[in-house]
């Protein structure tokens, strides 16, 4: 019985030494040299200040931003999550409608692209589809001075094909778009100065 007690407490130091410290060592110290920027979350800085990461999605309310997926959690990345309600719960058709109404009346007559009223599992997506982006490129063209087919040209840049060619779906990072807007309003303005 003592010999199986010793072994047994030899063996949890051993595996926890091993598998809860070395591996992770490891693990980490690989991906710190071969996948650096991956590693840190893909931050995004804009004058030498992190203003968020390509992988997790924020939220854009003014009218000269493309919007993102509704997001269960309020785009809070210590709390990613979905809204947990099923598709016949009342509060989420009711929060669904209003958005659907919403976005019609800055688009009428077009088809609202379910991205743009839906949200993902996480709450925390960052990016929408090409549909989502161009539903919005009017809105985004009046507020901003440009021309629509300057804004949709922006979207093109912007949109990222299957993985591979066949994993995933053609998406648009929102937070890498509206910096692209930004720097075109920031450009235009230096041009007339």
């Known amino acids: 019985m003592k010999k199986n007690f010793i072994t ?24 710190q040299v071969l996948f650096p920027r991956q590693a840190n979350g893909q931050l995004i800085k804009k004058d030498g200040k992190v ?9 854009f ?11 269960a959690v309020g785009y809070d990345a210590t709390n990613s999550n979905g809204s947990q309600l ?15 109404a919403t976005l019609q009346a800055e688009n009428p007559g077009q088809p609202v692209p379910i991205d743009l009223v839906t949200a993902s599992a996480s709450g925390l997506d960052p990016e929408i589809s090409p549909a989502a982006a161009e539903f919005q490129v009017r ?25 591979f060619g066949f994993l995933g779906e053609p998406r648009v990072n929102v937070l890498e778009l509206n910096l692209s807007l930004d720097a075109i309003r920031s450009g235009a303005s230096r041009a007339t100065n």
């Open 8 to 31: 047994a407490f030899l063996m949890t130091i051993a595996t926890t030494v091993l598998l809860g410290i070395i591996y992770p060592l490891v693990v980490t110290g690989l991906a």
């Open 61 to 71: 309310s003014g009218p000269g931003y493309f919007h993102s997926r509704p997001s």
């Open 139 to 163: 809105r985004i063209a009046r507020a901003r001075g440009l021309s629509a087919d300057e804004v949709r040209r922006l979207v093109q840049q912007h949109t990222q094909l299957r993985q």
């Open 51 to 59: 203003i968020g990461s390509r992988i997790i999605g924020q939220a």
């Open 86 to 100: 099923g598709p016949t719960n009342h509060q989420l058709i009711e929060r669904v409608k209003g958005d659907v």
